[in-house]
Nanobody, 126 residues
Framework: QVQLVESGGGLVQAGGSLRLSCAAS????????MGWFRQAPGKEREFVAA????????TYADFVKGRFTISRDNAKNTVYLQMNSLKPEDTALYYC???????????????????WGQGTQVTVSS
């Protein structure tokens, strides 16, 4: 079992930045695809970004390209999401996810992930 705990959310003004962290425990995630998803009130959970086990491949949703960066530190068993130029529409609960598939297929779909965190709230004021 893998436990994921997100942190780093909060309230920020439009144009500001936040760095989310996802700390894993219970098992090393060095061979896992890791992803970030988000869910706004009344909306479906949607893909934000994903990173392969080595960090050599990343994918992003179109609405965050150029603003968000996903990274990982396997030695710390932690994944990060650097969010810059935040917009009010980025307001959501952000979830970290881990997938043990063992091969990289892009990380865009929820079915690729086996473990989920509880989420961290990001609120962007206008």
């Amino acid at each position: 079992q893998v436990q994921l705990v997100e942190s780093g959310g909060g309230l920020v003004q439009a144009g500001g930045s936040l760095r989310l962290s996802c700390a894993a425990s219970g098992r090393t995630i060095s061979s896992y695809t890791m992803g970030w998803f988000r869910q706004a009130p009344g909306k479906e959970r949607e893909f934000v970004a994903a990173i392969s086990w080595s960090g050599g491949s990343t994918t992003y949703a179109d609405f965050v390209k150029g603003r968000f960066t996903i990274s990982r530190d396997n030695a710390k068993n932690t994944v990060y999401l650097q969010m810059n130029s935040l917009k009010p529409e980025d307001t959501a609960l952000y979830y970290c996810a881990a997938g043990s598939r063992g091969s990289w297929i892009g990380g865009r779909t929820r079915r690729e992930y086996d473990y989920w965190g509880q989420g961290t709230q990001v609120t962007v004021s206008s």
